[in-house]
């Protein structure tokens, strides 16, 4: 059984003036995420700017969702590291608080051989008993999580149960799902692919749109679910010119202009995440006003 099937929230993580995570803000969005019909929270992945959090803070987050969402929807905790024995502390540690799954990505700067692959994603999974998720996303990687190797994994790793796919590559998915497709939950990581993927096997999205746009992400996979295809290409179509805008820069800098500008008060980034170039940003105000998410 899927750990879940619709649209997930890769959510931002609120920072205060001085950088300090914001657990209240954090909350707030929590809430509307659960209220707008997502169906499942992840939480410290990249957009959640995992990457500048200290192994303290990075847990702290982890275990503030999960004691927030209160089982209400599943809490995915990114767990996933570039040094094979931190990524085992942070699962280890996020399965003692309670989370309902792992997203594990693909060990970034090393980039790691498929053999290399094989043997990390192994030790983390023997080192819990939690449904793991890999994500796979190359272009901020460098490193391609082959479906070749996918498919070992799946088949000989029991509790690696899906794949997060944003390498943007559909032949590569496809590929994926000829040779593994009865043992692996696959998920499009990028907004733009929702439909396509999901008409491959896919059982939903990890998304970042859903950030500003959560019930209108939650309705394209839904009617998909439903068998509703053509409303769920619709959705997907309409939503194309703002996820366009939200990929304008590197994620999460356009989604966390965009929830400041809808006055979510998401604060600032970490560096050496910067502040929006001025002209992108009046890209991303258009086409939130074009979408109908901005006044």
């Not at 004691?67 to 024995?85: C, E, F, L, Q, Y």
């Not at 502390?89 to 970034?108: C, N, R």
């Not at 394209?220 to 939503?239: F, H, K, M, N, P």
Request: hydrophobic share 40%.
């Amino acid at each position: 059984m899927a750990i879940f099937t619709g649209a997930g929230v890769a959510i931002v993580t609120p920072m205060h003036e001085d950088e300090t995570v914001n657990y209240e803000k954090l909350g707030e969005l929590l809430e509307e995420q659960i209220a707008s019909g997502t169906d499942a929270i992840i939480i410290c992945g990249t957009t959640g700017e995992s990457a500048t959090l200290d192994h303290e803070e990075h847990l702290a987050v982890i275990k503030y969702a999960i004691d927030k969402v209160a089982k209400r929807i599943p809490v995915i905790a990114g767990t996933g590291s570039n040094a094979t024995d931190t990524a085992i502390y942070l699962s280890t540690e996020a399965e003692k608080m309670g989370a309902d799954g792992l997203l594990l990505v693909t060990p970034y700067y090393n980039k790691a051989t498929q053999k290399g692959l094989i043997q990390h994603y192994t030790r983390v999974a023997n080192a819990v008993s939690l449904p793991i998720i890999l994500y796979n996303v190359p272009s901020r990687t460098g490193c391609n999580l082959l479906p070749e190797t996918m498919a070992y994994l799946a088949e000989h790793v029991d509790n690696i149960v899906g794949i997060k796919e944003a390498s943007g590559n559909i032949s590569q998915v496809a590929k994926l799902m000829s040779l593994a497709g009865d043992k692996i939950d696959l998920y499009s990581g990028n907004d733009d692919q929702i439909v396509p993927i999901m008409s491959l096997g896919g059982k939903g999205v990890i998304s970042v749109l859903s950030n500003v746009a959560p019930k209108q992400t939650h309705d394209i996979a839904a009617s998909y679910l439903a068998g509703d295809v053509q409303t769920a290409c619709r959705l997907q179509l309409e939503a194309i010119e703002l996820i366009d805008a939200l990929f304008c820069e590197v994620n999460p800098i356009p989604v966390k202009t965009a929830l400041n500008i809808m006055g979510r008060e998401v604060g600032p980034f970490r560096g050496p995440l910067c502040e929006m170039d001025p002209a992108n940003e009046q890209k991303l105000k258009a086409a939130m006003k074009a979408y109908g998410i901005l006044a």
